[in-house]
């Protein structure tokens, strides 16, 4: 369907009070500057009650809730009310986000039965491909979509130099108290510069150099698969040895191995390929340390590899990503901070750089959204129909291949964003072992329902 929309305004939301003078100045990460892309995206849809008929009447007083309380939330997350200083840290000039709202001209439930993911980039306030500098920009990018029936979508394009998917969630989390009113509200902690310093930007220059090793010229089109639990379950019941396997464990082998799949039918031979996932390392360390609403980008890039001539096996898979996982542990986490930290860092961005490299090998990323509560977004009229992890990439451009997995809004699966070159997606949206355990495109009202 063809969605049109029209922007009705822009406006700076300020934080409701002035950063103080001492913290005008925030320094990003080491971990922040290893951040490749310039945002954390997603969009929160909410649909109307189709017998609430005042509904659509109720929308002006919600669109000054949100940016009230986006005033106050930006007060208490404060480097999120600035801009990007050269791509090193973030200058809090209390300047505020970009908020723009927009009318869709369509029904929320009508685009929501099969909706098509080229249309949801209208949806967001900035264009998720960015070249050159960020030095300049917002830091919090929001746009609040009203739907004709009253529905609404809310994009945010969020700096991800100072947040990784946790912290997306917990600035969520707050602007959402802070909108019903609720006495005790999140405190966030600004506490990833004190973990993991930055001395230079040097090693900023070698990340870019390596996830410039893994990006590619492509046309490139994202799709959606839904894996239920009970269908995860039952790929765990036939592949022995994986038991004690978590959903997310089994769900990123069974695509790596359809993957592996895809580009043997595209060359006519089994390529070595790996993959990297994202660990949020706050798991890793004790509350005292890094307490749970700690912000910034607390994550590290684990690898694993399948590099033998051999078809692997799902167990094996399974295998080679638990054992990579399980490095990442609250001794690797002490390494990491202390006197080993940067040769750490070091060696293993030149290694996943290196074998980026070779045009003979595979790289699939791999990032969760799971069990961060996005689905518990209630600003006061209910929590969220659909929650999508931003929009897709649909041209020809410099991308990688990546999945984004995310939880369903009742918990009962999980939905993966897979975006791939056309050529190999038309494969794997073909591929006759993924399609028994996983259901292509499906539509979020259905996923909303019990199955």
């Known amino acids: 369907m063809k969605v049109e929309v029209e922007i009705i305004s822009r406006e700076d939301i300020k934080p409701s009070s002035p950063t103080p003078s001492h913290l005008r100045v925030f320094r990003l990460s080491l971990l922040d500057q290893l951040i490749p892309s310039p945002y954390a995206p997603i969009i929160l849809f909410y649909t109307s009650p189709k017998s609430n008929t005042t509904y659509l009447s109720e929308v002006p007083e919600r669109l000054e809730l949100l940016k009230k309380s986006l005033s106050e939330t930006l007060t208490k997350f404060y480097p999120l009310g600035g801009k990007i200083k050269e ?3 973030i200058e809090c000039n209390d300047e505020g986000a970009n ?8 029904p929320l439930d009508e685009f929501l039965v099969q909706p098509q993911l080229t249309v949801l980039n209208k949806f967001l306030p900035v264009g998720l491909v960015s070249e050159g500098s960020n030095s300049g920009t917002y830091v919090t990018n929001i746009q609040v979509n009203i739907f004709e029936c009253g529905g609404i979508a809310i994009g945010m394009c969020i700096s991800h130099r100072i947040l990784d998917g946790a912290a997306l969630s917990t600035f969520i989390k707050g602007w959402t108290e802070r909108a019903k009113g609720c006495n005790q509200s999140t405190q966030p902690n600004f506490i990833a510069p004190s973990l993991f310093p930055a001395n230079s930007p040097w090693f900023r220059d070698l990340s870019m150099w390596m996830w ?3 990006f590619k010229q492509g046309k490139w089109v994202t799709r959606r698969f839904l894996f239920r639990n009970s269908a995860i379950a039952t790929l765990k019941a036939q592949t022995p040895g994986t038991e004690n396997s978590t959903r997310l464990q089994m769900v990123s082998a069974m695509l790596w191995k359809s993957l592996m799949g895809v580009s043997k039918a595209r060359f006519g031979t089994k390529r070595p390929s790996f993959v990297t996932h994202l660990v949020n390392l706050r798991r890793k360390m004790d509350e005292a340390l890094c307490p749970e609403h700690g912000m910034g980008n607390v ?15 799902l167990e094996e898979l399974v295998g080679k990503l638990r054992t990579a996982i399980s490095r990442v542990d609250k001794e690797f986490v002490e390494e990491l901070r202390g006197d080993k930290g940067r040769s750490i860092i070091q060696e293993s961005l030149r290694a996943i750089g290196e074998m980026g490299s070779k045009s003979e090998v595979d790289y699939f ?7 961060f509560g996005f689905y518990e977004a209630d600003f006061g009229w209910g929590k969220p129909t659909w929650v999508s992890g931003g929009g897709s ?6 991308f990688m291949n990546l999945i984004i997995l ?5 918990g009962d699966g999980i939905e993966a964003w897979v975006t791939l070159e056309e050529e190999d997606m038309i494969h794997l949206k073909a591929n006759p ?8 495109d499906p539509s979020p009202l259905a996923m909303s329902s019990v199955a």
């Open 433 to 440: 072992e993924l399609l028994t355990c996983a259901i292509l």
């Open 393 to 398: 990439i649909d041209s020809v451009s410099m």
């Open 87 to 89: 791509d090193l840290s």
């Open 406 to 410: 995310v939880d369903t809004r009742l």
């Open 99 to 106: 908020f723009v709202l927009v009318r869709v001209k369509c």
């Open 212 to 214: 410039g090793s893994l």
């Open 365 to 371: 990323g791999f990032s969760s959204w799971c069990n």
């Open 299 to 313: 994550l590290w890039l684990m690898a694993a590899e399948s590099v033998d001539d051999n078809e692997m096996g």
